[in-house]
C-alpha cells in the first residue's frame, strides 16, 4: 500500500508565500480525490479543516478561509499534489496534510489515506 509523503512546510512571516508537495512512496490505489487538510496547533485530528480538493478531472474546490490565496493542482505523470500557498497569515499555521479519497465527498470521514503532515509556522 503506497504511503503519501508531505514536504515543504517551514516557518516564514506573515504575506509570504509557500508551497507544499505531497508524493507517494509504493503502490497506489486508483485514486479520485486529493485533499489538503491541516490541523491548527492544540485540535485534535477530527478538528482538521479541509482546505482544497482536486478531482481525476482537474476540478477544485476551497474553503473560504483560503479561497483566493491557496491553489491546489497535480501532476499526474509524477503522482505530486502541490499547494500553492500566497499571502499567508499567522492563522494559517497547523501541521498541513494530504490526504487521498476513493470517493470525492471532502469530509474527514471520506479520507482513506492520510499523509503525516508537514507543519507550516507563520509569524506576524
Known amino acids: 500500500q503506497g504511503q503519501w509523503v508531505e514536504s515543504g512546510g517551514e516557518s516564514v512571516q506573515d504575506g509570504r508565500s509557500l508551497r507544499l508537495s505531497c508524493g507517494v512512496s509504493g503502490e497506489a490505489p486508483s485514486i479520485y480525490c486529493m485533499e489538503w487538510w491541516r490541523q491548527a496547533p492544540g485540535k485534535g485530528p477530527k478538528e482538521r479543516e479541509g482546505i482544497a480538493t482536486i478531482d481525476s478531472t482537474g476540478n477544485t474546490l476551497y474553503a473560504s478561509s483560503v479561497k483566493g490565496r491557496f491553489t491546489v493542482s497535480q501532476d499526474n505523470a509524477k503522482n505530486i499534489l502541490y499547494l500553492q500557498m500566497n499571502d499567508l497569515k499567522p492563522e494559517d499555521s497547523a501541521t498541513y496534510h494530504c490526504?487521498?479519497?476513493?470517493?470525492?465527498?471532502?469530509?474527514?470521514?471520506?479520507?482513506?489515506?492520510w499523509g503525516k503532515g508537514t507543519a507550516v509556522t507563520i509569524s506576524s
Open positions: 490526504a487521498a479519497a476513493l470517493i470525492c465527498t471532502f469530509t474527514y470521514s471520506g479520507v482513506d489515506y
